[in-house]
């Protein structure tokens, strides 16, 4: 079939004088073909009226499409079932045609962003081979738009914690930030709302002041809009993930920050620069880093428990033992966790991920080999007094710690109604108390005031 633009040139050699076999021989068609053209005096191309052979079967497939929810596999087995004499290219080709299922698909937008004016942020789940392990992870990962300057990093899980510690690190990574971030509508930035009429969380908000920059969040299902960050995800998890075995999570993050110092410094032919050359010019219109920025860090309280360790995430740290029973300040970043008590930090571990009920144990945490733990003198300065005002009461003293394991109460009140009662009448009630085992002060007190009775109010005398 002729197209177009040779049917224009038919009709307008024709309109010159030329005979039908002139125009044949000067443009190689078929006379017939030229003629045709010539009898129709359009230059447009008919359209085509032949017959489809899926169009019996036009009902058919729509009624199967519905039923199979669209599965054009599905549709084809229905048609064969019931006879129809078609292939599956013929099926789907007659459903791209007549719209059956399918949607022309719409032009992609471009957006222009000025140097400075935005920077995107997401995260993407991976897998990682960790010490051997196929271990999952979450790709975090900053883009300036301008200059698509990138820095990415690997956690195994991303709160608003990571968030900020990670957002800290990206924009010390730049020296500087963007006016903007863009990010999607995930809680891990976003209180409430979607799209423009997002509401970041307060902590967020606090963090973003911190640098001066604000949050936006795109429209749900406009996915183009952080193209920036989206695309280089399958980049990461092909370039540099695909085929790496990691030592540990600092190496692997290590790493990965070697691996954003090569891809900015590679030239980009489709930027026709490198990002660093790019990003030379983008620099001067970030917002400056403040002049302190205190560290990001998570903080929570623990009670040290009886052996002698703190539980942060499931793995177990040390503290000095001397701490046993004390609420601790704990303050997590990424990379440490400091234990306070106080204002004053009394440990220091490094930010250990493994398995649940790892112990982390600093040896100058424990008690010196062989000693043990000193819960409390062998003897109370109250047992010391008792037997010097009255040595003839050890027998008593001894069982009497017996009867209240060691405890420094009873001895103390012992030594008050020593010190306090006649000494005659005490101990007359103490002889009476140790023949028969009795240890229970309110008792013997109670014998003691009988023996003042009968000693200072004979019964004569009372009234």
């Known amino acids: 079939m002729l197209d177009e633009a040779t049917r224009t040139a038919i009709l307008k050699l024709h309109e ?71 292939s599956y290219p013929t099926l789907t080709a007659f459903c791209r045609k007549h719209g059956i299922g399918s949607v022309p698909p719409l032009p992609a937008g471009r957006y222009e962003f000025a140097a400075g004016s935005e920077m995107q942020h997401d995260t993407s789940p991976h897998q990682a081979r960790i010490s051997g392990t196929m271990t999952r992870v979450q790709t975090a990962s900053v883009v300036l738009c301008y200059s698509r300057m990138i820095f990415f990093q690997m956690y195994p899980r991303f709160t ?26 995930s809680n891990v930035v976003v209180a409430a709302g979607t799209g423009s009429e ?17 949050w936006r969040a795109h429209e749900k299902g406009d996915a183009n809009r952080s193209a920036r960050v989206e695309a280089p995800f399958h980049r990461i998890e092909q370039g540099f993930l695909t085929g790496e075995d990691f030592t540990d999570w600092a190496d692997l993050n290590r790493r990965a920050r070697q691996t954003c110092e090569i891809w900015n410094a590679k030239f980009s032919n489709k930027l026709h620069a490198s990002r660093r050359e790019l990003f030379a010019a983008e620099q001067p219109h970030l917002l400056p880093l403040p002049l302190h920025v205190p560290e990001v860090y998570q903080l929570s309280t623990r009670i040290v428990d009886a052996e002698g360790y703190v539980n942060v995430n499931r793995i177990r740290y040390s503290v000095p033992y001397q701490l046993i029973g004390r609420t601790l300040e704990i303050r997590e970043t990424l990379d440490r966790v400091d234990m306070y008590a106080g204002a004053r930090r009394i440990a220091t571990h490094v930010r250990t991920y493994g398995e649940a009920d790892t112990r982390i144990t600093d040896p100058t945490h424990r008690p010196p080999r062989g000693q043990g733990f000193t819960r409390r003198p062998q003897s109370a300065p109250e047992e010391a007094q008792i037997l010097q005002i009255e040595p003839a009461l050890i027998s008593y003293v001894q069982g009497l710690k017996q009867y209240v394991s060691n405890r420094r109460a009873p001895l103390r009140r012992l030594l ?44 004569g005398v009372r009234r």
């Open 160 to 185: 608003r914690f990571e968030c900020k510690a990670f957002l800290a690190q990206a924009i010390h990574y730049f020296q500087g930030c963007a006016r903007c971030c863009m990010v999607d509508n």
């Open 416 to 459: 008050t109604m020593l010190q306090e009662y006649p000494r005659e009448a005490f101990l007359k009630a103490l002889v009476t108390a140790e023949q028969y085992r009795l240890f229970d002060l309110d008792r013997l007190e109670r014998i003691v005031l009988r023996q003042i009775a009968d000693d200072y109010f004979p019964i």
């Open 16 to 86: 010159q004088g030329h005979g039908s076999r002139m125009i044949a021989r000067t443009l190689g068609a078929a006379r017939t073909t030229v003629r045709r053209v010539l009898s129709s005096g359009q230059a447009q191309v008919p359209p085509l009226s032949r017959a489809e052979r899926a169009d019996p079967w036009r009902e058919v497939i729509l009624e199967l499409h519905a039923r199979y929810e669209g599965h054009l596999g599905r549709v084809h087995d229905g048609l064969v079932e019931r006879g129809a004499q078609l």
């Open 198 to 214: 997002m509401i970041p969380a307060p902590e967020m908000v606090a963090f973003a002041e911190r640098y001066g920059f604000i």
